[in-house]
């Protein structure tokens, strides 16, 4: 009698799928520690270069604060519509309209994780821009006819930071229920231009540099970016009601 044959299991639809869900929250995860490592590589050079008083930084920071206070001490009305914008992005001003589309959104969708992924990315990133501004310290900008005044330390600014962060964050979690192209590419300028604006803001009011503000706004983005993927890792991404993709 010939010995029996010992066959390996065969690896049927679902072990293959296994597999592959595996190997995509690997990839996820490896790609959220990617721009997480490269977002603080970036925030982390620049505040380096603040702390260090590099002279081009410094030269250019200086100019342009100048340049965009004296712009808006010689325009009343301007001066005027930057202090609403000042006082309507404060983050403080922000969270509950912020937090009330991120509930709506639960309520259309029925998605809790989603939602709550959401909520405690914007609390975060408010938290960790206030930490950053505690560790680097940086003095606001000194003016002979300051326009504005503003309590606290400049870098990074934390209306660039939480604006970018609560933009992006709404972005992404409306995005699978967004049905065309138009209306995403409408999302994604709509949340540039907030942060752009807000970012211009604090320059021409003469309260933060244009480092304070690149810096801001790259921690914001990058960090929900990160965030996002480390969620997609821990919760694979749901189908929204009526969505293909």
Request: proline letters at 6%.
């Given at each position: ?37 490269t977002t603080g590589a ?62 709506v959104y639960w309520w ?16 975060t990133a408010w938290g ?118």
């Amino acid at each position: 009698m010939r010995p029996a044959r010992h066959r390996s299991p065969a690896r049927g639809p679902q072990t293959g799928g296994a597999a592959r869900a595996t190997a995509g929250r690997t990839r996820r995860l490896v790609r959220a520690a990617l721009v997480g490592v490269t977002t603080g590589a970036a925030v982390v050079a620049i505040a380096l270069l603040v702390r260090e008083q590099w002279p081009p930084l410094v030269q250019l920071d200086e100019h342009a604060v100048t340049a965009g206070a004296a712009l808006t001490a010689s325009h009343p009305e301007l001066l005027r519509t930057l202090v609403v914008w000042q006082w309507a992005f404060l983050a403080a001003h922000l969270l509950v309209p912020v937090a009330a589309l991120c509930l709506v959104y639960w309520w259309r969708t029925g998605n809790a994780t989603r939602t709550w992924w959401a909520l405690t990315t914007i609390l975060t990133a408010w938290g960790l821009s206030n930490l950053l501004k505690e560790l680097v310290r940086r003095a606001r900008p000194v003016l002979d006819q300051p326009v504005e005044s503003a309590g606290g330390f400049s870098f990074p600014s934390g209306h660039a930071a939480n604006t970018a962060a609560m933009a992006t964050t709404l972005v992404v979690l409306v995005w699978p229920s967004l049905r065309s192209r138009a209306l995403r590419v409408a999302a994604v300028a709509g949340a540039a231009v907030l942060t752009v604006a807000t970012g211009a803001d604090r320059v021409m009011l003469g309260v933060h540099y244009p480092s304070d503000v690149v810096a801001g706004v790259l921690f914001g983005v990058g960090f929900v970016l990160a965030s996002y993927l480390a969620y997609q890792h821990w919760s694979a991404p749901r189908r929204e009601p009526g969505t293909s993709s």
